[in-house]
């Protein structure tokens, strides 16, 4: 979550429903979710979409390098990065009482030599040139407590995230809403990333779409990213497969 005035900060609140832990902020709206006897898995379909850029990613590389996430949620890719993928792992969030309700309700654990929590506007992280080419995973998922649209969206925020991403490199952004806010998100990205480097998954029946850019990155044949989705299940059980089928290149509405 990101917002300019720590005023608008809405307070972290959690709600616990069939063994599984909720965090919002306010409002009944989910901001991220956890299963108490299973806090290392992924537990929202969306928040697993995140993870499809181990699709992009050789076998042999998928958990190497700098995992960095722009809006912490209830930590779930954090903790999945740093303590299943042991990668380094960095989390930027500006709401303090998200931050302090992970390390309370949902197992985030202290910063170590892997893990780093910045509490801090996650657009000007991203603007900050320390950060250039400095991240090789990037996942974006920032709405605040009404989860309208999400609260970093122009096609600077975007630029900017291409600009950390390392060559090669990969973004994930979970996109909620109608078409027509869709579609100009999407635009964005396209217009930062170019629409070659862009793809989309099909939306969740909740309506989440998750889009996939890349920093210069060539897309293997099916059967590579295949045998890829088949390496994920086996080593993550994360459904790379069925991401696999619901993947495809970013089109703007009405190119032929």
């Given amino acids: 979550m990101s917002r300019s005035k720590q005023t608008q900060l809405a307070g972290a609140t959690m709600s616990e429903f069939d063994g599984v832990r909720y965090l919002h902020l306010g409002t009944p709206w989910v901001q991220g979710a956890m299963r108490i006897r299973k806090p290392r898995k ?138 027509a806010s869709f579609e100009r998100s999407a635009g964005h990205i396209a217009a930062a990333f170019g629409t070659n480097q862009v793809w989309q998954l099909a939306p969740t029946k909740e309506g989440n779409t998750v889009v996939v850019a890349a920093r210069g990155v060539e897309v293997p044949d099916r059967d590579t990213l295949t045998e890829r989705a088949a390496a994920i299940e086996a080593r993550y059980e994360l459904p790379a497969r069925k991401w696999l089928r619901l993947v495809r290149p970013y089109q703007p509405k009405g190119a032929s």
Wanted: charged share 20%; with cysteine; proline share 4%.
């Fill in 42 to 179: 992924i537990e929202l379909e969306y928040v697993q979409r995140m993870m499809a850029w181990l699709l992009w990613r050789p076998s042999e590389q998928v958990a190497a390098g700098h995992a960095v996430q722009l809006g912490m949620g209830s930590a779930a890719i954090t903790r999945f990065t740093h303590q299943v993928m042991r990668m380094r792992t960095t989390v930027v969030e500006l709401n303090p009482s998200v931050i302090q309700a992970c390390r309370l309700w949902f197992h985030l654990p202290a910063d170590d030599e892997r893990l780093t929590v910045v509490q801090a506007d996650a657009g000007a992280w991203v603007a900050d040139d320390a950060q250039v080419q400095a991240v090789d995973v990037l996942c974006v998922d920032l709405y605040d407590h009404e989860a309208a649209a999400p609260v970093l969206d122009d096609a600077a925020f975007y630029a900017a995230c291409r600009r950390v991403l390392a060559p090669g490199g990969l973004m994930t952004v979970n996109l909620f809403g109608r078409d």
